[in-house]
């Protein structure tokens, strides 16, 4: 009987995981520990978990208010690790000597390597830093000041979000708030590799003009164009440019998930740029869009996408074979579990995810993976 047990045990083990079960998450209203020094965290615009299952985050000091800031308190340094218990473990950012610092931070990753990669979405944000984990500065991609449009292989335009492809070593972007497209580097060296628009397609920014459309910039942070449809024509034709290309995430079978958040839409595609397929997502949505990161479910198969939506304020379950929403927790709010400007996630180890608020939400939740 013994023996038989061990064996039903083992079968168990490396049986396929059950793909039917959507997942569900509980939110665990006693992470992050709070911060030492009376520190305060702005808009929280990038979140990463590295291989310790330490999660870091990138903050903006610039946009705490005047009436948070008096007395004791004051904005903690913009990058924030927290170990898995929630206590913070180091801390570091902003301008220093050989780089250029973004105006408006925007996007964190933390690669197999222990380096620190960190981007910004301000108007002359055309840059993306890397940095050991403890600070130290390494190379710098691109120029402040100095971006040439969506089809520049030098320079960037307000990059949202980065992700690396360890095995290629390469480092992929999403070029973002005034370019328009994903764009990949050499991750060692920071040489240009390729780059693509909406489907698989060169970026065209004369489409904006020619369309009348008002680009967003110089973007500071605020809520944008909330009084109209963030799509031109919601029961047109897709559009065939991206917009705000707010993030990237490679899936473990190689394929790239692209969030075109003010098009309220995903589109995959392989790591060459060849175009697969999309989904729209709440496709009237109006002002910031409905589609704003993209981490996957814990299973082999990563059967699931987890999609936050920081206008809805609620964050979307989708099957990742079929892009259907099959599930959503959240709400608006500033109590534990609710949102305010849901902006990013990142998932841990455990299928644990990590949700971050921006514009007046200045917060971090964490929500615990529940297993059926």
Partial sequence: MKHLAILLLSAALFMPQNTNHVPSFKVDPFWPKPLPNHWLVGAVAGVAVDSQDHVWIIHRPSTLQPNEIRALYRGAPPVLEFDREGNLVSSWGGPGKGYEWPQLEH?????????????????????????TRDGKFVMQ?????????????????????????EVAHELYVADGYVNHRVIVFDADTGAYRRHWGAYGRKPDDAYFQNAGERLPGPFNGAVQHEDRPSQYEP??????????????????????YVCDRTNDRIQVFKKDGTFVKEAFVAKETLGSGSVWDVAFSPDRAQSFLIVPDGTNQVIRIMRRDSLDVVGEFGSGGHWAGEFYGAHNIASDSKGNVYITETYEGKRFQKFVYQRH
């Avoid at 335009?157 to 980065?162: D, T």
């Fill in 141 to 165: 991609i691109g120029h402040s000041g100095r971006n040439r449009g969506s089809n520049d292989t030098e320079n960037l335009g307000g990059p949202a979000s980065l992700v690396i492809d």
């Fill in 107 to 131: 996007g964190i990753y933390v690669d197999s390597k222990n380096n620190v990669w960190v981007a910004g979405a301000g108007e002359k944000d055309n840059q993306i830093l890397k940095f």
């Fill in 235 to 256: 029961a047109g034709p897709p559009p065939p440019q991206f917009r705000v290309v707010h993030a990237a995430r490679i899936s473990n079978d190689g394929f790239v």
